[in-house]
């Protein structure tokens, strides 16, 4: 079998440990299954460890099915987590479920609070668009620092911005894609830390689990490769020594290089078994529409790390 990547992994033996972290916001895919392959794939074939970790960090959308739901498809897929298994999870044996975690948030908020180095933001989405007409990068907005010298008082919200230094520039090598320069200010402007709602962030929440759960190297898509440059820099400024390093795969792609269909019926893990594929199709499917093998072939969970090697 051919490697697709011949990736130089630089963890020395007991090895690293990552993740595979679903948001419960809907059913699985097949992105979230090529994910999957890339996690599971890449720790096995390079000695490290993979934990699972629910990221429902939004409340208004995140569903008890649809966690139940990928705690099943992951059980038929074959995809065994170290730590806390899928059982783990459904007995509630975990503080890897970030809807538990709010006080670690909280406490890591309050260490940044008392550095001045966060403040409450009143400003809508609406407020942020009328307030910065074109922006860098046109898929993000940022943030124009409108409240920054506001002093809003804490208690009219609980939305909290942390200030990310102006012309600092984060470099990192992306195991797959090689040196990569962000500068969060000019990407992103101050970050979101909690929403108006009192909901967590994803960026926030990723970074203060990514150093608790003592995670060594993050392997996503390259849809959050943007995000990067500022998680660097929060774990530095929440006093992580040496951040995570970093993979991001290609996209789902279809072998001539269109883009998927999103529609449920042609990429929903929970479609694709009712129509008859098997386990590892599935799996076959996912990891060559992310670019890891030319054709479509089953591949088993326990054979995913030769994909790699
Ligand atoms: N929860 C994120 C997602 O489902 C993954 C975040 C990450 O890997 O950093 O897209």
Not at 55 to 64: A, I, L, M, N, V
Not at 81 to 109: C, I, K
Not at 265 to 277: I, M, P, S, V, Y
Request: proline share 6%; glycine share 8%; net charge positive.
């Amino acid at each position: 079998m051919r490697a697709a990547y011949a990736l130089a992994v630089p963890f020395a033996p007991p090895g690293f440990t990552t993740r595979f972290a679903p948001a419960p916001t809907g059913y699985l895919h097949l992105g979230h299954a090529a994910n999957a392959v890339w996690v599971w794939g890449v720790a096995r074939a390079f000695g490290g460890s993979v934990l699972l970790r629910v990221e429902d960090h939004d409340r208004g959308r995140c569903r008890p099915e649809y966690e139940q739901a990928l705690l099943d498809d992951l059980d038929w897929l074959g995809l065994v987590p170290d730590g806390v298994s899928t059982t783990g999870f459904r007995a509630g044996e975990t503080r890897q479920r970030q809807s538990d975690n709010t006080a670690r948030y909280q406490a890591r908020l309050s260490e940044l609070d008392s550095r001045g180095l966060t403040y409450a933001c009143s400003c809508s989405r609406v407020d942020i668009a009328r307030a910065t007409p074109s922006t860098t990068d046109a898929s993000e907005l940022r943030y124009p620092g409108t409240c920054r010298a506001r002093k809003i008082n804490p208690n009219v919200t609980p939305a909290r911005r942390i200030l990310m230094a102006a012309g600092l520039t984060e470099h990192f090598d992306d195991l797959r894609l090689g040196p990569m320069s962000q500068d969060p200010d000019h990407q992103c402007g101050d970050l979101l830390a909690r929403d108006r709602s009192g909901n967590w962030t994803y960026q926030f929440a990723v970074v203060v689990d990514d150093i608790e759960q003592g995670i060594d190297l993050v392997i996503r898509g390259e849809d959050l490769l943007a995000s990067t440059g500022r998680q660097i820099r929060l774990a530095r400024m929440l006093g992580r020594r040496s951040p995570p390093r970093f993979l991001h795969h290609p996209l789902l792609r279809q072998p001539d290089g269109r883009k998927l269909s999103k529609s449920a019926r042609d990429t929903g893990l929970r479609e694709l078994r009712a129509a008859g594929r098997t386990r590892d199709e599935v799996l076959g499917l996912a990891g060559q529409l992310s670019g890891l093998c030319d054709a479509p072939r089953p591949i088993a969970p326990d054979s995913l790390a030769d994909l790699f090697r």
